[in-house]
């Protein structure tokens, strides 16, 4: 229902809370419902750890940032009804927008917003046409920029405008991992902190529903 009633709707969680999950689930909703015609997917080309190297062409280099979105669109469908969606599926990259705007009648998915800056996001969310909605999630606790990441200029910035929604899903409901990953992630995030590498979300910047 949160998808439903907002133009822009951003969910915000820590790992394993089906972020990409349940807008996916809402966008081929939208397209067996006739009310979108494709799914666009964009997020920042950021490697974890080490560089895989060289990648000849543009679908082999975006092949493994969609990869989780089809493994996605399987679970929901089945594999044998999975190619009709994945059909209609675009990964854009976040690199080619300037100047473009986005499909008509389309769902937008911008995921993992932490790893984007303020000016990224904002270039994004502005290029949407009347037609489409856009579904934008993050994880401030798995930011790969660090202090950098202007993920809470951005709350800020989109914060309280009429047709924007921002949820905040709560761990210990939404949580879906097994409670070993769980115990290790929050150790993790008491060593990152400590480092002084950990970046904080800031909830004073926006007004936002939680979950």
């Given at each position: ?60 280099k975006f092949d493994p940032y969609l990869k989780s979105f089809y493994d996605i669109v399987d679970k929901i469908v089945g594999k044998e ?131």
């Amino acid at each position: 229902n949160f998808l439903r009633e907002n133009d822009i709707s951003i969910i915000l969680s820590g790992a394993g809370c089906a972020k990409d999950f349940v807008q996916m689930f809402r966008a081929i909703e939208g397209l067996k419902n006739k009310e979108f015609e494709r799914i666009v997917i964009t997020k920042p080309i950021v490697e974890l750890g080490k560089s895989v190297g060289f990648l000849p062409g543009l679908d082999d280099k975006f092949d493994p940032y969609l990869k989780s979105f089809y493994d996605i669109v399987d679970k929901i469908v089945g594999k044998e009804n999975s190619n009709a969606i994945k059909a209609k599926i675009q990964f854009e990259h976040i690199g080619f927008q300037r100047g473009n705007t986005f499909p008509e009648h389309s769902v937008i998915i911008l995921s993992e917003l932490q790893n984007m800056s303020c000016h990224e996001a904002i270039s994004y969310v502005t290029r949407l046409p009347q037609s489409s909605k856009l579904f934008a999630n993050g994880d401030w606790q798995q930011s790969d920029l660090g202090s950098k990441s202007g993920l809470n200029d951005f709350l800020e910035c989109v914060s309280g405008v009429d047709g924007v929604g921002i949820a905040i899903l709560d761990p210990a409901v939404h949580q879906m991992r097994r409670k070993i990953i769980n115990d290790i992630s929050e150790n993790y995030l008491k060593v990152m902190k400590r480092s002084g590498k950990y970046f904080e979300l800031d909830r004073s910047k926006f007004k936002h529903k939680e979950f």
